[in-house]
């Protein structure tokens, strides 16, 4: 054999850069299934699911087109190290080659093998981002701090996305004022259905195998219904396209109860195992708006989260790893309450929107950074142990994406290498976003007593545990200025009430998993 081609599990398109100069009758793919990769953090079952189904949907296709393939099927071999190493023991390529990874442990684990080995590992630039790794150096060099919004400008002019000429189209770069509205007192009202795709046998085939193998692991398969070939990517981007996007703008940031779904396109999935490619999202989302389908603001708002933040968390993720896995500024070390894995809990918000994380394997952008993450922010829970909660939890989960969010966005444990602000806010946040605390015991106006909404609590102990580390950032002056006319008893009867409900109790554990295993059954 001349080249093992490496097929990761969220590298399921054919135009990497690994396939370029693949020959059949020199070379194989090679494909494994390891059950590390789904115990490392305690995944959830539609996690799980997605990437096996999506996996073997792709061999499948690869065997079809005469590919020759070395396919290692799940318990076959403990973890991704070994499965290699007996395929290069069998076998004796002269070359691994791979696109580079979107994670560094396994960029880790693939050069260590290799390396004990004695073989070439021939890693190759990853083309199905607009911004390749060395690109974003270039950006970040000598610049005292990154912020997405002139990596966005940059990008737009560099690919001609949305412009007119030199300018952007419409006059401004980002329309975000008017992408905040939220549903009022009726709510979202006839909603368009989702594109939903019913199991196939091979797909069955692994939700019968996730639910005896992983029975233990949070999540349920019921409505598993995820696009996980191609061409179902290519009709979820479709519909999304036609039905939900010219709702998108307006309404991206809002809520409502038993509503997972509402305008969001769900198709982050698809583009991270990179069924989907970003530059054909953004393409139809741009002729959506040339055409006169959907207003500016809705196509803009949309390409924004792809073209901007998506490119942008990225290269933040390989700018400063391996040691950004570590940041925690805020030095929060409180423990990830077990509700997490449940959705056992009296506050609205965080019951509907945990119950559906673990029904669907999906929450939209403002339930995970302005719900679950938000309190874990007020609360000070340890950066790693809600980094690992998001990589478990969600469909879409993969580490370049999952940790920037977390780490820097929802968390501010970077300290603003990131974001420039911490985002944290009262309960009546989530008040004026959705129609939650209507049906919730705790009024979001109240800081004390036993009606207070806990997120409005924690958000002023949040400034009390960190006024020095935030009083001069000029983004938090109006809140460190509001929390200056607190007098003495209100800061005690806040501090009080903010231990009991977890906010000073330093973790038990930081590790990756729940508490206990035990809990989640």
Same mark, same amino acid.
Request: proline share 5%; glycine share 8%.
């Given at each position: 054999m001349r080249n093992l081609v490496l097929v990761l599990g969220d590298q399921l398109n054919r135009d990497a850069s690994a396939w370029d100069g693949f020959d059949p009758r020199q070379d194989s793919a090679w494909m494994a299934e390891v059950a590390d990769e789904s115990t490392h953090v305690w995944s959830s079952k539609p996690r799980i699911a997605l990437f096996l189904a999506a996996m073997r949907h792709f061999a499948a296709d690869l065997r079809a087109d005469g590919v020759p393939l070395v396919y290692h099927p799940l318990d076959a071999y403990p973890d991704f190290s070994a499965a290699l190493a007996a395929t290069i023991a069998k076998t004796r390529p002269h070359r691994l080659v791979v696109t580079e990874p979107g994670e560094w442990r396994v960029l880790?684990?693939?050069?260590?093998?290799?390396?004990?080995?004695?073989?070439?590992?021939?890693?190759?630039?990853?083309?199905?981002?607009?911004?390749?790794?060395?690109?974003?150096?270039?950006?970040?060099?000598?610049?005292?701090?990154?912020?997405?919004?002139?990596?966005?400008?940059?990008?737009?002019?560099?690919? /001609?996305? #949305?412009?007119?000429? *030199?300018? =952007? @189209?419409?006059? $401004?770069?980002?329309?975000? &004022?008017?992408? !905040?509205?939220?549903?009022?007192?009726?709510?979202?009202?006839?909603?368009?259905?989702?594109?939903?795709?019913?199991?196939?046998?091979?797909?069955?085939?692994?939700?019968?195998?996730?639910?005896?193998?992983?029975?233990?692991?949070? /999540?349920? #398969?019921?409505?598993? *219904?995820? =696009? @996980?070939?191609? $061409?179902?990517?290519?009709? &979820?981007?479709? !519909?999304?396209?036609?039905?939900?996007?010219?709702?998108?703008?307006?309404?991206?940031?809002?809520?409502?109860?038993?509503?997972?779904?509402?305008?969001?396109?769900?198709?982050?999935?698809?583009?991270?195992l990179k069924l989907l490619a970003p530059h054909e999202v953004v393409q139809a989302a741009e002729t959506a708006f040339r055409t006169g389908h959907v207003p500016l603001a809705a196509a803009e708002g949309f390409i924004r989260q792809i073209l901007g933040w998506r490119e942008y968390v990225r290269g933040v993720y390989w700018h400063f790893m391996p040691g950004y896995s570590g940041e925690n500024a805020l030095d929060a070390h409180a423990g990830l309450p077990t509700f997490y894995w449940t959705g056992d809990t009296d506050m609205a918000c965080l019951a509907d929107t945990l119950r559906q994380t673990f029904a669907t394997g999906y929450a939209h952008h403002i339930q995970r950074l302005m719900v679950t993450g938000l309190y874990a922010l007020l609360l000070g829970v340890e950066p790693g142990q809600i980094h690992a909660w998001y990589l478990a939890a969600y469909v879409d989960a993969v580490e370049w994406v999952e940790l920037p969010n977390t780490l820097g966005m929802s968390q501010f444990a970077d300290g603003g290498a990131m974001a420039s602000k911490p985002y944290a806010a009262t309960g009546q946040y989530i008040h004026r976003m959705s129609n939650y605390c209507k049906g919730c015991r705790y009024n979001p106006a109240q800081k004390t007593g036993d009606a207070a909404c806990p997120f409005t609590t924690l958000y002023w102990d949040f400034l009390l545990r960190n006024e020095t580390k935030l009083v001069s950032n000029p983004r938090m002056a109006l809140q460190m200025k509001n929390l200056a006319r607190l007098d003495a008893a209100e800061r005690d009867a806040i501090r009080a009430r903010s231990a009991w409900l977890g906010a000073t109790r330093p973790a038990a554990s930081t590790a990756a998993c729940p508490p206990s295993r035990g809990s989640l059954q």
């Open positions: 880790q684990t693939l050069a260590a093998t290799a390396a004990a080995h004695g073989i070439a590992l021939d890693l190759r630039a990853d083309r199905h981002f607009y911004c390749s790794r060395a690109d974003f150096a270039r950006h970040a060099g000598g610049r005292k701090q990154l912020r997405m919004e002139y990596f966005y400008r940059e990008q737009r002019r560099r690919f /001609g996305v #949305l412009m007119d000429g *030199d300018a =952007p @189209v419409g006059g $401004a770069w980002n329309y975000d &004022a008017e992408n !905040r509205s939220s549903f009022g007192a009726r709510g979202p009202g006839l909603l368009p259905e989702r594109a939903r795709f019913a199991p196939d046998d091979t797909t069955r085939a692994v939700l019968d195998l996730v639910n005896t193998r992983f029975a233990a692991h949070p /999540g349920a #398969l019921e409505n598993f *219904d995820w =696009p @996980v070939t191609r $061409a179902q990517a290519l009709t &979820a981007l479709a !519909r999304f396209i036609e039905e939900r996007l010219p709702c998108f703008g307006a309404y991206q940031d809002a809520m409502w109860t038993n509503q997972p779904w509402l305008y969001h396109a769900q198709l982050s999935a698809a583009l991270n």
